[in-house]
């Protein structure tokens, strides 16, 4: 029996549901009814679990595809809203934990997509018949992705489960997702994400709490015997840690001054209900300078990816006649970022390096120095050279942030990054997309402290410019062609595999001489893990890199990305379009992959 209704309501039929309070007579008479309604008839009682809750059985079977990866388990939303679908993930997800989980309290929220409210009851019932003693929820189901890593540190939970499938579209024929995070707020490490999936294969009965339906809209604990829900502001402990990291009262000072304007864009997704709190509230921005700002449960139909295909509004803005000094987006759980100036775009790859190589001047927190830098493969070397100036540790690993954690874990990294618009620090255990934009202001507010206002700023292209007169300049692009067929893009991939082989060390390739070229492995070198096939890389005598990856990040084919760098030290030539000053590596990369003609594709899907 299922934990769902068998039709899905559509998004009218939902916004019906919720004008009526949870538990009222008119939602109980609507025609969707509550989670613990749905299957009262089909469950047969068990012992409850010393909660003083009556927790009931509901048969289920394996359903086959819930592998789950460091960023959880994501499938389109009908798939989730299938039978059982969810509610099998999540109790397998409690069978791996076993006794280890009860009596804790977890966290729970989610980026604010379709299904989230629906989705999070059920994993409350769960949680109760899991023995879970406690559960801090969202106010409205909504916790962005880094905040949630904020609450379990500062709360010191044993974990959080975040309703989230990140930068991919959401609603009723879109994308969702539900991942765990594990006690420091990182994610879920192998061996459970490996036994959940073991216990997915094999579950065979839903333990569920008979409790009603948790109001989420009014902050609050709700007691069911000795189970408790606390609904909680989201913003509070990711503020109170963000104000610890910071200096607000400086902060402040430059976003109010009158010759300075700004514009943050939500994007319609979690983190409208932060700027608004932060840099409003505390920082005094004007309320007009935060676009998209209310989460909406589809994004407003749009796709919550900071880029500059997809923030096609914010770029708009900030190319536009009077654009403001400083644009940024975050994406749909809040963990990315896209920055930028008055018609001038931060890469990634340097925004991590310009924001490790002012961190200790401009930030609190960073002021004893920094323990060392990381960045993921892909990234552009732009980072290694901060280190190697200021005598850092410096890191290059695999993608995925559960790397960058094990290095934080162990006190050899304070600022990391990858090129897909995630940067961070050791605050926290995940990327963080509002801490990249206050570190950016406070680069700007540290620069500008002693300017008089009227007398013109220094600007987010100045402090690029400055930045790569030092350090010279890594041109960086990326290209994405998202939803190839499977087959066509491992086809492609294993031709390359054939081009490595061919091409050892001094092997000309056009007019670049290959100075290694292999499939990218890395050996952890905190636990001594090893992972392998982690990109496909063609690295030049002059420095310059080709990298081909497949990404798994959306719900269904996959993502052909082609990173493309190229290293100048000449300033005439550092404010050439990196499109340009990237052509021929970018056409010898075509040729070398016969993307073309594996793909069916002759232009990528984004550009970055």
Same mark, same amino acid.
């Given at each position: 029996?299922?934990?769902?209704?068998?039709?899905?309501?559509?998004?009218?039929?939902?916004?019906?549901?919720?004008?009526? @309070?949870?538990?009222?007579?008119?939602?109980?008479?609507?025609?969707?009814?509550? =989670?613990?309604?749905?299957?009262?008839?089909?469950?047969?009682?068990?012992?409850?679990?010393? #909660?003083?809750?009556?927790?009931?059985?509901?048969?289920?079977? @394996?359903?086959?595809?819930?592998?789950?990866?460091?960023?959880?388990?994501?499938?389109?939303?009908?798939?989730? *809203?299938?039978?059982?679908?969810?509610?099998?993930?999540? #109790?397998?997800?409690?069978?791996?934990?076993?006794?280890?989980?009860?009596?804790?309290?977890?966290? &729970?929220?989610?980026?604010?997509?379709?299904?989230?409210?629906?989705? =999070?009851?059920?994993?409350?019932?769960?949680?109760?018949?899991?023995?879970?003693?406690?559960?801090?929820?969202? #106010?409205?189901?909504?916790?962005?992705?880094?905040?949630?890593?904020?609450?379990?540190?500062?709360?010191?939970?044993?974990?959080?489960?975040?309703?989230?499938?990140?930068?991919?579209?959401?609603?009723?024929?879109?994308?969702?997702?539900?991942?765990?995070?594990?006690?420091?707020?990182?994610?879920?490490?192998?061996?459970?994400?490996?036994?959940?999936?073991?216990?997915?294969?094999?579950?065979?009965?839903?333990?569920?709490?008979?409790?009603?339906?948790?109001?989420?809209?009014?902050?609050?604990?709700?007691?069911?015997?000795?189970?408790?829900?606390?609904?909680?502001?989201?913003? #509070?402990?990711?503020?109170?840690?963000?104000?610890?990291?910071?200096?607000?009262?400086?902060?402040?000072?430059?976003?109010?001054?009158?010759?300075?304007?700004?514009?943050?864009?939500?994007?319609?997704?979690?983190? /409208?209900?932060? =700027?608004?709190?932060?840099?409003?509230?505390? &920082?005094?921005?004007?309320?007009?300078?935060?676009?998209?700002?209310?989460?909406?449960?589809?994004?407003?139909?749009?796709?919550?990816?900071?880029?500059?295909?997809?923030?096609?509004?914010?770029?708009?803005?900030?190319?536009?006649?009077?654009?403001?000094?400083?644009?940024?987006?975050?994406?749909?759980?809040?963990?990315?970022?896209?920055?930028?100036?008055?018609? !001038?775009?931060?890469?990634?790859?340097?925004?991590?390096?310009?924001?490790?190589?002012?961190?200790?001047?401009?930030?609190?927190?960073?002021?004893?120095?920094?323990?060392?830098?990381?960045?993921?493969?892909?990234?552009?070397?732009?980072?290694?050279?901060?280190?190697?100036?200021?005598?850092?540790?410096?890191?290059?690993? @695999?993608?995925?942030?559960?790397?960058?954690?094990?290095?934080?874990?162990?006190?050899?990294?304070?600022?990391?990054?990858?090129?897909?618009?995630?940067?961070?620090?050791?605050?926290?255990?995940?990327?963080?997309?509002?801490?990249?934009?206050?570190?950016?202001?406070?680069?700007?507010?540290?620069?500008?402290?002693?300017?008089?206002?009227?007398?013109?700023?220094?600007?987010?292209?100045?402090?690029?410019?400055?930045?790569?007169?030092?350090?010279?300049?890594?041109?960086?692009?990326?290209?994405?062609?998202?939803?190839?067929?499977?087959?066509?893009?491992?086809?492609?991939?294993?031709?390359?595999?054939?081009?490595?082989?061919?091409?050892?060390?001094?092997?000309? &390739?056009?007019?670049?001489?290959?100075?290694?070229?292999?499939? !990218?492995?890395?050996?952890?070198?905190?636990?001594?893990?090893?992972?392998?096939?982690?990109?496909?890389?063609?690295?030049?005598?002059?420095?310059?890199?080709?990298?081909?990856?497949?990404?798994?990040?959306?719900?269904?084919?996959?993502?052909?990305?082609?990173?493309?760098?190229?290293?100048?030290?000449?300033?005439?030539?550092?404010?050439?379009?990196?499109?340009?000053?990237? /052509?021929?590596?970018?056409?010898?990369?075509?040729?070398?992959?016969?993307?073309?003609?594996? *793909?069916?594709?002759?232009?990528?899907?984004?550009?970055?």
């Amino acid at each position: 029996m299922s934990l769902l209704p068998t039709r899905v309501p559509s998004v009218d039929t939902r916004r019906t549901l919720h004008a009526f @309070p949870l538990g009222s007579a008119q939602f109980r008479q609507s025609p969707v009814r509550s =989670a613990s309604r749905r299957c009262r008839v089909h469950k047969r009682s068990m012992p409850a679990v010393a #909660q003083g809750l009556e927790v009931k059985t509901v048969p289920t079977k @394996p359903i086959e595809g819930q592998k789950t990866g460091t960023s959880g388990l994501r499938k389109k939303t009908t798939v989730f *809203t299938g039978d059982n679908y969810l509610a099998n993930w999540i #109790q397998s997800l409690f069978n791996s934990l076993g006794d280890e989980a009860k009596g804790k309290t977890i966290g &729970l929220g989610g980026d604010g997509r379709y299904f989230n409210k629906e989705a =999070a009851q059920i994993i409350i019932k769960l949680a109760a018949g899991a023995g879970i003693k406690k559960v801090l929820v969202g #106010q409205n189901a909504i916790m962005a992705t880094p905040a949630m890593s904020a609450l379990i540190r500062r709360r010191k939970l044993y974990g959080g489960l975040i309703m989230s499938a990140s930068h991919n579209p959401g609603g009723p024929k879109e994308d969702w997702g539900i991942k765990f995070n594990y006690s420091a707020g990182e994610p879920a490490p192998e061996r459970i994400t490996d036994a959940i999936f073991g216990y997915t294969q094999k579950v065979s009965e839903l333990r569920t709490a008979d409790i009603p339906d948790t109001d989420l809209s009014k902050l609050g604990s709700h007691s069911y015997g000795d189970f408790e829900v606390e609904v909680i502001d989201s913003v #509070q402990d990711y503020r109170a840690m963000l104000q610890e990291v910071f200096d607000f009262g400086l902060l402040k000072k430059f976003v109010s001054r009158s010759d300075f304007t700004l514009v943050f864009d939500a994007l319609w997704a979690v983190t /409208g209900a932060y =700027a608004g709190p932060l840099l409003v509230d505390d &920082l005094g921005a004007d309320p007009a300078s935060i676009k998209h700002g209310t989460p909406k449960e589809d994004f407003g139909g749009g796709h919550p990816d900071p880029n500059l295909t997809y923030a096609h509004d914010l770029v708009e803005i900030m190319w536009g006649n009077g654009a403001p000094d400083f644009g940024a987006a975050s994406d749909g759980d809040g963990d990315r970022n896209m920055i930028l100036g008055n018609k !001038f775009f931060i890469n990634p790859s340097d925004s991590v390096a310009i924001i490790a190589a002012n961190a200790q001047q401009c930030i609190p927190y960073f002021k004893s120095g920094l323990k060392g830098v990381a960045r993921s493969m892909p990234t552009s070397g732009a980072l290694d050279r901060v280190a190697k100036e200021l005598g850092l540790q410096f890191f290059e690993v @695999p993608t995925g942030w559960k790397f960058f954690g094990n290095l934080m874990d162990a006190g050899k990294c304070s600022v990391c990054g990858e090129e897909s618009f995630g940067t961070g620090s050791d605050h926290i255990r995940e990327k963080d997309g509002l801490w990249a934009v206050l570190a950016w202001l406070s680069i700007l507010a540290y620069r500008n402290k002693d300017v008089k206002e009227g007398s013109g700023l220094v600007t987010v292209e100045q402090i690029a410019l400055d930045h790569w007169a030092k350090y010279g300049r890594n041109f960086f692009s990326r290209y994405d062609y998202e939803g190839i067929d499977n087959e066509p893009a491992n086809k492609m991939m294993d031709h390359l595999r054939q081009v490595i082989k061919d091409s050892p060390k001094g092997t000309k &390739l056009g007019d670049f001489e290959v100075e290694a070229a292999d499939d !990218f492995s890395y050996t952890d070198p905190i636990d001594g893990s090893v992972a392998s096939k982690q990109g496909l890389r063609f690295v030049f005598t002059d420095g310059s890199r080709i990298i081909f990856r497949l990404s798994g990040t959306g719900s269904s084919g996959a993502t052909v990305r082609l990173y493309i760098e190229q290293y100048t030290s000449d300033t005439s030539k550092q404010k050439e379009d990196a499109q340009e000053a990237l /052509g021929p590596i970018i056409k010898l990369a075509l040729e070398l992959s016969q993307l073309q003609k594996f *793909t069916g594709r002759d232009k990528p899907t984004v550009i970055t």
